[in-house]
């Protein structure tokens, strides 16, 4: 397994966890449910800790696929910076997570400003999953790029001009 195969291992759980782990927190808050809201931190919790195995294998997949056509230097840029502002959000998180679990524990009367507080960050690291999900996804597959759809046209007009001429020749 090279540096990018574990990288795409490990990459998707911050984004999946997090989306998961909102909901849950949320329906625990509904629910007045303290066993559903830990489960919510334990996901937050799980989420941090691969955020931190994806930063630290995605030094190797870029040394991977950063010469690779296509690829290009600024696009592999955008999604290391926007993934350091998950992780950074993802650690606070899953800090807030901890404290949440232990609170609840205690039956602390902070555990519900712990949860609500935990919401609004956990939208904020749900927001920067789906720019970082996509800036990663950019890198390999540029069908998803904002200009792919212009380029295709493009290369779809070429394509048929190409054809109209040879029948024209005909």
């Known amino acids: 397994m090279n540096g990018a195969h574990l990288h795409m291992v490990v990459n998707h759980f911050p984004i999946i966890g997090t989306i998961l782990g909102l909901g849950i927190l949320i329906t625990g808050i509904i629910l007045k449910n303290n066993s559903v809201k830990n489960t919510a931190y334990v996901l937050f ?23 690779m056509p296509s690829v290009g230097k ?10 350091e502002k998950l992780a950074i959000v993802l650690y606070v998180l899953g800090v807030i997570s901890l404290a949440g679990l232990y609170l609840n524990f205690k039956k602390h009367a902070k555990a519900k400003l712990v949860s609500f507080l935990a919401v609004i960050i956990g939208a904020v690291a749900v927001f920067l999953a789906q720019q970082t999900g996509t800036t990663g996804g950019e890198v390999r597959h540029t069908e998803i790029r904002p200009n792919a759809v212009q380029a295709a046209g493009i290369e779809q007009n070429t394509t048929s001009g190409e054809k109209g001429e040879a029948e024209d020749k005909d």
């Open 74 to 83: 600024q696009i592999i840029h955008e999604h290391e910076e926007m993934a």
């Open 45 to 67: 919790i799980v989420a941090a800790i691969f955020a931190a195995f994806s930063m630290g294998t995605g030094e190797g997949a870029e040394e991977m696929v950063e010469d």
